[in-house]
């Protein structure tokens, strides 16, 4: 039987402990964490947990098959990932940007984009994945594709992919994407943010300008991918 972490934030409660100024509270333990503070995901619910140090480390063994999972503090910027306009209209997208990760527990890469309502699953069209993630080798794909989601760290880890709108680049032509390895909780802060922001159909001139901010900071954390 799986333990949510509401299970484990109720029993918690349960535990007489002294008073403590309110703040933000590590979600295993109870003692208070700063803003800036590290995540655990709970694999089998696919929710983050605030953590302190002490708990973080508990499940920071990437090889350990654990309920919970640490989630590292990687980025990383893979320069020559190229993929063209038809193959992400072939994903279905409804947005120039998505991101993707390994879901151990359903054993397959999934697809999440930002919207109004918070980050909304994709149903990815296997074929046109296969192709550009190198899965199918009789079709032709990006090795840095490939690369890039070889090196996921399964649930904690995510490729965040910006492509042009598309009436800014050529369909005929590869599109200038943008390609990121970096720790899920940096994805759903994202999405978390553009819902507060959004604003009519397209979001508003503030999300864009949040969405450019954001990568840009995202890109000057990222360190070059080895081959």
Same mark, same amino acid.
């Given at each position: 039987?799986?333990?949510?972490?509401?299970?484990?934030?109720?029993?918690?409660?349960? $535990?007489?402990?002294?008073?403590?100024?309110?703040?933000?509270?590590?979600?295993?333990?109870?003692?208070?964490?700063?803003?800036?503070?590290?995540?655990?995901?709970?694999?089998?619910?696919?929710?983050?947990?605030?953590?302190?140090?002490?708990?973080?480390? %508990?499940?920071?063994?990437?090889?350990?098959?654990?309920?919970?999972?640490?989630?590292?503090?990687?980025?990383?910027?893979?320069?020559?990932?190229?993929?063209?306009?038809?193959?992400?209209?072939?994903?279905?997208?409804?947005?120039?940007?998505?991101?993707?990760?390994?879901?151990?527990?359903?054993?397959?890469?999934?697809?999440?984009?930002?919207?109004?309502?918070?980050? $909304?699953?994709?149903?990815?069209?296997?074929?046109?994945?296969?192709?550009?993630?190198?899965?199918?080798?009789?079709?032709?794909?990006?090795?840095?594709?490939?690369?890039? %989601?070889?090196? %996921?760290?399964?649930?904690?880890?995510?490729? %965040?992919?910006?492509?042009?709108?598309?009436?800014?680049?050529?369909?005929?032509?590869?599109?200038?994407?943008?390609?990121?390895?970096?720790?899920?909780?940096?994805?759903?802060?994202?999405?978390?943010?553009?819902?507060?922001?959004?604003?009519?159909?397209?979001?508003?001139?503030?999300?864009?300008?949040?969405?450019?901010?954001?990568?840009?900071?995202?890109?000057?954390?990222?360190?070059?991918?080895?081959?």
């Amino acid at each position: 039987m799986t333990t949510a972490p509401f299970d484990v934030l109720a029993r918690i409660r349960a $535990t007489k402990r002294p008073d403590r100024a309110d703040g933000e509270r590590c979600e295993m333990c109870a003692e208070p964490v700063a803003d800036e503070h590290q995540h655990v995901v709970n694999v089998a619910a696919r929710q983050l947990m605030c953590t302190c140090r002490g708990c973080y480390l %508990l499940f920071a063994d990437p090889h350990a098959k654990l309920r919970f999972r640490a989630v590292p503090d990687r980025y990383l910027t893979f320069p020559d990932f190229t993929l063209d306009r038809r193959g992400w209209e072939a994903l279905q997208i409804p947005v120039g940007l998505a991101f993707f990760f390994r879901n151990s527990e359903m054993d397959r890469t999934v697809a999440f984009y930002p919207g109004p309502a918070g980050a $909304t699953e994709s149903e990815l069209d296997l074929d046109a994945w296969n192709s550009i993630s190198g899965a199918d080798l009789r079709q032709p794909h990006s090795p840095h594709a490939s690369l890039a %989601l070889g090196m %996921l760290a399964d649930d904690v880890e995510a490729l %965040l992919v910006r492509v042009p709108d598309r009436d800014q680049v050529d369909p005929e032509l590869n599109a200038e994407a943008e390609c990121y390895l970096v720790p899920i909780d940096a994805c759903y802060e994202f999405v978390g943010r553009l819902r507060l922001l959004w604003r009519g159909f397209d979001g508003g001139h503030e999300v864009r300008a949040f969405v450019d901010e954001f990568f840009g900071r995202i890109k000057a954390r990222s360190k070059v991918a080895a081959p």
